[in-house]
């Protein structure tokens, strides 16, 4: 029979390896996991994606694909085509590239995203 290898891994988003700041309304912080990095972000009120991220990618809508979680708040995602939709805590997401997002309302909106483009997502 062959080998198995097993890993058990543990880190914290608490004690993030990396925070990636905002150019305004909040920050992530990110864990690097064998499988890809896992992003908690803080998006402050007043947060909108075309203001605080766009500037760092330098595209006019987000081009990243997002699997998340919200653990708190509210935020509302458009697509370029128009279609929006508004998550809140306790909702998975799946968004694809092509859209703006922006924080509902006067609570801080925490997301986990664990999705594929999460490696580059408001990186300078």
């Known amino acids: 029979m062959g080998t198995t290898t097993t890993s058990l891994v543990k880190k914290s988003l608490d004690k993030p390896e990396e925070v990636r700041r905002f150019a305004g309304h909040g920050f992530a912080n990110i864990a690097n996991l064998a499988r890809g990095p896992v992003l908690r972000a803080h998006y ?17 809508s987000c081009q990243a694909t997002h699997v998340g979680y919200v653990i708190s708040g509210r935020m509302r995602i458009r697509m370029n085509d128009g279609t929006e939709q508004e998550f809140r805590s306790g909702d998975l997401m799946e968004v694809g ?24 997502f408001a990186k300078k």
């Open 97 to 120: 590239p092509g859209h703006d997002g922006w924080t509902v309302g006067g609570e801080e909106c925490i997301v986990l995203d664990w999705g594929p483009s999460v490696a580059k």
């Open 44 to 60: 402050q009120p007043g947060w909108k994606w075309s203001q605080d991220v766009g500037p760092l990618a330098g595209t006019d």
